[in-house]
């Protein structure tokens, strides 16, 4: 094995739970986390001179990870708006009550989050990173950082039906992890 192969096997086996299971958090899908995470480790392998030469590689990786699921998100939401708007055509009902087993589960309310608020939650509660390598992680300030860690905070806790804290304390997060 060469020396390349031999650090990105290393790499590999040192990152791809953690990785699997920020895809995981940031979809609330186990078969598309693991997918995700496989993708994110083949761009990793494409661009790895880029990636070892990086300040900190596995910051690289949470980069590339939050990217595809960005995506994927965002191909789901255009998948569903043109389901419902095959099934739905003609139909004005709203449902008024939020579904509450829904909120009430951590990963649900996760889902709810937009995309740069979840992984700024995600990466600081979960994966306890500090702000400035959640900035870095995902090319942003270490002020954006603190605001959407905030927002998404204040708004899980909204979800969950009590305080930010308790959103953290009973809100699951170790079961989420």
């Not at 949470?62 to 960005?70: D, K, W």
Request: aromatic share 6%; with cysteine; charged share 25%.
């Amino acid at each position: 094995m060469t020396d390349k192969a031999s650090a990105f096997h290393a790499f590999f086996e040192q990152h791809h739970s953690e990785l699997a299971r920020l895809a995981y958090l940031m979809t609330g899908e186990a078969s598309a986390a693991d997918d995700l995470a496989a993708d994110a480790l083949t761009e990793v392998w494409r661009h790895w001179s880029r990636v070892a030469a990086a300040d900190d590689p596995a910051a690289y990786a949470r980069g590339i990870v939050t990217n595809l699921t960005r995506n994927w998100v965002r191909r789901r939401v255009r998948e569903r708006h043109g389901l419902l708007g095959l099934t739905l055509l003609g139909s004005t009902r709203r449902d008024s009550e939020p579904d509450t087993p829904a909120v009430l589960d951590v990963r649900s309310a996760l889902r709810r989050l937009p995309h740069r608020r979840r992984a700024c939650v995600v990466l600081r509660f979960s994966f306890d990173l500090s702000e400035s390598e959640v900035a870095k992680t995902l090319g942003i300030s270490v002020g954006t950082v603190k605001s959407q860690t905030s927002r998404g905070a204040k708004q899980l806790a909204e979800l969950l039906g009590g305080s930010t804290g308790e959103a953290a304390r009973y809100g699951g997060w170790e079961a989420a992890r």
